[in-house]
Nanobody
Framework: QVRLVESGGRLVQAGGSLRLSCAAS????????MGWFRQAPGKEREFVAA??????????SYADSVKGRFTISADNAKTTVYLQMNSLKPDDTAAYFC?????????????????WGQGTQVTVSS
């Protein structure tokens, strides 16, 4: 029903920047929420950021580990969400996944997201 495709991941040196993109297709979203999660090998899935889009505007939420460095934004018309990542650290190395909810509402719980992309790898070298 919904397909999410992430892009933008690559190898980058510590202190550098990347912008990840997540494009949704298969349906039109009006009121919805989208989030970014990451997972390193042998580690649990970790919340990164989320954004809620509605007729009255949007709200954002960030993990403490990325506050001040990462910025999430969404393009409602193009059904695309972005994650701007600055001041990258080796600890940011992970596969980054985009997720979407079929209803609006900001949440950090991965169980409450309905659709997932295949992931894009971000590797930060020291």
């Amino acid at each position: 029903q919904v397909r999410l495709v992430e892009s933008g991941g690559r190898l980058v040196q510590a202190g550098g920047s990347l912008r990840l993109s997540c494009a949704a297709s298969g349906r039109t979203f009006n009121n919805y929420a989208m989030g970014w999660f990451r997972q390193a090998p042998g580690k649990e899935r970790e919340f990164v950021a989320a954004i809620t889009i509605s007729w009255s505007g949007g709200a954002t939420s960030y993990a403490d580990s990325v506050k001040g460095r990462f910025t999430i934004s969404a393009d409602n018309a193009k059904t695309t969400v972005y994650l701007q990542m600055n001041s990258l650290k080796p600890d940011d190395t992970a596969a980054y996944f985009c997720a979407a909810r079929s209803n609006s509402g900001l949440t950090q719980r991965y169980e409450e997201y309905d659709y997932w992309g295949q992931g894009t790898q971000v590797t930060v070298s020291s």
